[in-house]
Each structure stands twice: as C-alpha cells, then as structure tokens.
T-cell receptor, first 113, second 117 residues
Framework: ETGVTQSPTHLIKTRGQQVTLRCSSQ?????VSWYQQALGQGPQFIFQYYREEENGRGNFPPRFSGLQFPNYSSELNVNALELDDSALYLC????????????FGPGTRLTVL | AQSVAQPEDQVNVAEGNPLTVKCTYS??????LFWYVQYPNRGLQFLLK??????LVKGSYGFEAEFNKSQTSFHLKKPSALVSDSALYFC???????????????FGKGTHLIIQP
C-alpha cells in the first residue's frame, strides 16, 4: 500500500509569483485535505476535495485554489505569493467520513522571497 | 467553531518515567479527537483517535489517551517514556456534526516532548 506523496519537497519563489503543489493520495482514499503549517504553529486547514469538488474551506483567501483529479490526486495553487505564504504545506488523504483518519504526506516547504 | 488548546509548549520527562501531554478542546457538538506526532522536517504521523465508545484509547508505539467529556480533555499518555519519543505532538479535533469532515481538522499549537536519557 502506497502512502501519501507530495512534490516538490522544497520550493523557492519570489513575491507575486504563482506556485503549484502536488499530492498523490493513499490507495483506497477518495478525499484530500490541504493544510498550511507556519513555523512554530499547528497546521491550519486550507480546504478539502471530495469527488473532484471543493467540499469545505478554511479561512484562506481565493488566491488559494485547488483541483482534484479522477484518480483522487490533487493540486494546490497559490497565486500572487506573499512573504507570509512561506510555510510547510501538508496534504492528507482519507475516506469521506468525518471520523476517518487523515494520513499526511511529508509536505512541501515553500519559501517566498 | 472548534478549537484546541495545548497548554504546555514543552514537556520534559526522564527516560523510563510516565509521560502526559495535555489537550483540551471546544466544539459545539460531540468531538472526534486525534493525536499526531511530527519529527523534524517531516509530515504528521497518526498516533490514535477517539470516535466513540471506551474513553481510554490505545494507539501506536505504546501511547494511549483518555477522553474526558466533563473536562473536555484528551490527554496523551505513555507509561514509560523512550528517548525516541522526543518529538512535536499535536492534538486535533473535528465536530461530529460537521458534514463529511468539511470543516477539516483543527489543531493545537503543538507540544515539544523531550525525553532525557
């Protein structure tokens, strides 16, 4: 059974640029959630995708957007990057129930200069 | 709205002693509760969860947690700490009433657990 994978591992961008992060979900899971973890903080929920549609969203602006594909993999896109977007971005896959465990990938470290 | 508090930024325990990492939560309905561990520059690893049933939940690596509804707490415990348990621990909550998990997990700020040889 393959776990959750994310790419790239690290990324450096400049302010104003756009970035795309990718996530492959664990086998058998149909739901992907994205989180932002700033340095020294707990993860913050960005949004969740289920059956290729956004299923819920945290307190993040519209310049954070996503996609889910038929194979349940997902992308997180961030436009007009700001310095405060520098963080570890975590993807988690799960089944669709509210009590189902979310399994996390290793994360993508984004640095915005 | 749901929230989690981890009142201790750091917990220091001698190897072989019991450990406790504290967590309290707030939800409007009934909670699903989770504990995760994070090693440096890594993602989160699932330890255990409370859904329903027995208040004492057993998880990976000898960890357990006790759900206390009256105190709205879900403290993580281990009878005998190992140096390899040193890591960052996160408590998380989701309201059972949230439709299909659409609210996501709400995490605490984390507690650094340091086990001294």
């Amino acid at each position: 059974e393959t776990g959750v994978t994310q790419s790239p591992t690290h990324l450096i961008k400049t302010r104003g640029q756009q970035v795309t992060l990718r996530c492959s979900s664990q086998s058998g899971h149909n739901t992907v959630s994205w989180y932002q973890q700033a340095l020294g903080q707990g993860p913050q929920f960005i949004f969740q995708y289920y059956r290729e549609e956004e299923n819920g969203r945290g307190n993040f602006p519209p310049r954070f957007s996503g996609l889910q594909f038929p194979n349940y993999s997902s992308e997180l896109n961030v436009n007009a990057l700001e310095l405060d977007d520098s963080a570890l971005y975590l993807c988690a896959s799960s089944s669709s129930g509210a009590g189902d465990t979310q399994y996390f990938g290793p994360g993508t470290r984004l640095t915005v200069l | 709205a749901q929230s989690v508090a981890q009142p201790e930024d750091q917990v220091n325990v001698a190897e072989g002693n019991p450990l406790t990492v504290k967590c309290t939560y707030s939800v409007s309905g009934n909670p699903y509760l989770f504990w995760y561990v994070q090693y440096p520059n890594r993602g989160l690893q699932f330890l255990l969860k409370y859904i329903t049933g027995d208040n004492l939940v057993k998880g990976s690596y000898g960890f357990e947690a006790e759900f206390n509804k009256s105190q709205t707490s879900f403290h993580l415990k281990k009878p005998s700490a190992l140096v390899s348990d040193s890591a960052l621990y996160f408590c998380a909550v989701r309201d059972m009433g949230s439709g299909g998990g659409a609210d996501g997990l709400t995490f605490g700020k984390g507690t650094h657990l340091i086990i001294q040889p």
